[in-house]
């Protein structure tokens, strides 16, 4: 799973600071263990609490606990689109010669169903017409 950057920027500036902190606390065992056991004790407490709080503002923004909206998935070399798929091509060497039709509306029904399409397969909320879809296929 690829990190997006300022992400990516926000989990090494996590892992520095870890570090910085795991040194520290190493230090201060060797210098004053009485030191060290009430300072591990402080940076454990600030630590759980700061995971807890993440957690909440995790469960909270979760996509799948705010009740509407789509969610559109799909396997490993598949394809799935919330809406309709008109006029594409799709593969290698596919082309789509003719133009274009007019897709019609996706049903009022079906606005806040799920679009899932498994490995290697093809999924749309809406209507899938005029592709070219798979190796040197063309559609005239």
């Known amino acids: 799973m690829a990190v997006p950057g300022a992400a990516r920027v ?15 606390l190493i230090v201060a065992l060797v210098v004053n263990p009485d030191m060290a056991d009430r300072t591990a004790s402080v940076t454990g407490a600030v630590i759980g609490l700061a995971a807890f709080v993440l957690a909440v503002i995790t469960l909270v923004r979760s996509p799948g606990t705010s009740g509407g909206g789509r969610r559109v998935r799909s396997g490993r070399g598949g394809i799935a689109a919330g809406g309709s798929i008109t006029g594409n091509a799709v593969g290698d060497r596919s082309t789509v010669v003719a133009p274009p ?12 169903a799920d679009v899932r399409a498994g490995r290697d397969g093809l999924a749309a909320g809406g209507d899938v017409t005029d592709n070219a879809l798979g190796d040197d ?3 005239r």
């Open 10 to 24: 926000a989990v090494w500036v996590l892992a520095v600071v870890a570090g910085v902190v795991s040194a520290g």
């Open 101 to 112: 039709t007019r897709s019609a509306p996706a049903p009022a029904g079906g606005q806040d």
């Open 137 to 139: 296929s063309e559609r």
